[in-house]
């Protein structure tokens, strides 16, 4: 008998998420299941339901079924990566398909786009995805995925998922949308016609820093779907049972400390936007964003990360990072601590982000007492 109604809020689902979900019902930590291999019955079958860790395992099979819950979907697979996850997308098409991403897709995606499925025979092209106009002048007949992300990462630009769907159905194409920034807890892409979420797991579902994943959740068993399952089994592009373990641990907490990061990121870049030294605040939530009213019609917030661009460029940008005390320098986001990047360095002289721009990944922290650290960074920077 389920414990909770299927009524029961996302931060209910959410919290329940891992408490009996395979082993022991009683148990509310579940068990951590470290076998690859699981022995047939006298007869020949499997009436445990597991065969081999590549192709399933009790861990993973647990985070997949509360992920497709709190994403609305069908099914959910788990990854090794977020990276992972994108790619066997883009490896269940066909030499000669066409794919239409977002311009300012995060750095990893363009990158494994061009130097990977170019040369094997994927047809890409970019566009502004905030633009319908932009996204429908992409489209081709042989278009197969629309990819976009939103918000982006680190410009923060929104595009319309409705609208992005519509356009992508029309066409003969499937829309896959990364929710990694806001997750389900702030929006639910398959719910404005979206096919596919993708999630790089590591940052706000495992909410800790200290375990690596990415999961799908499909709105259909569709075709697609069946080849993104056979290409993870027969590559073995799955997380560990510890991996799915600490992730779904991650879980049970994710709605308050979402709720906590998104309304501190706004009280931030609200103090950032009124600012001398700040020249502009790349923020959703801001009335300011030039895609605030689409924003707001389709999620409940843009999450815990935003940027923010510096009058004086990039000397200025990385002096304020260097000063900054509770704000730890490094890549990623989603965990209890905040985080400055200058990502223009990060990713290199093929980098699209302008050298003006930090990106803030806010964390659990008292937001006065952010504010306080940025506050004298800028001063003093």
Known sequence: MDREPSSA???????HAGGGAHGDARSLAPPIDLSTTFERDAGGEYSGGFIYARDDNPNRRALESALAELEGGVAAAAF???????????????????VVAAHDSYYSIRQMLDDVFVPWGLTVTYADCSDLDALAGALRPSTRIV??????????????IAGAAILAHEAGALLVCDNTLPTPVLQRPL????????????????????????????????????RIRA?????????????????????????????????????IARFLADH?????????????????????????????????????????????ASRLGLFRRATS??????????????????????????????????STDLIADLAQALEAG
């Open 80 to 98: 090794a990566s977020g990276s992972a996850a994108a790619m066997t997308v883009f490896q269940a098409l066909r030499p000669g398909d066409h």
């Open 191 to 226: 719910e404005h016609g979206a096919d596919l979420v993708v999630h790089a797991t590591t940052k706000y579902l495992a909410g800790n820093h200290d375990t690596m994943g990415g999961a799908l959740v499909g709105a259909r068993h569709d075709e697609l779907w069946q």
């Open 9 to 15: 809020s996302i931060a209910t689902r959410a919290a």
């Open 231 to 267: 290409q993870q089994r027969l590559g073995g592009a799955i997380p560990s049972p510890f991996a799915s373990w600490l992730t779904l641990r991650g879980v049970t907490s994710l709605v308050p400390r979402v709720r906590w990061q998104n309304q501190s990121a706004l009280a």
């Open 276 to 320: 001398p030294a700040v020249r502009d605040v790349l923020c959703p939530d801001l009335p300011s964003h030039p895609q605030h009213a689409i924003a707001a019609k389709q999620s409940a917030g843009s999450g815990g990360l935003f940027s923010f661009r510096l009058r004086g460029g990039a000397e200025k940008a990385l002096s304020v």
């Open 147 to 160: 990819f976009i992300e939103t918000p982006s990462n680190p410009m923060m630009r929104v595009t319309d």
């Open 333 to 366: 986001f989603g965990g209890p601590e905040s985080l400055v990047e200058h990502r223009a360095s990060v990713e290199g002289a093929a980098s699209k982000t302008p050298d003006d721009l930090l990106r803030l990944a806010i964390g659990l922290e008292e």
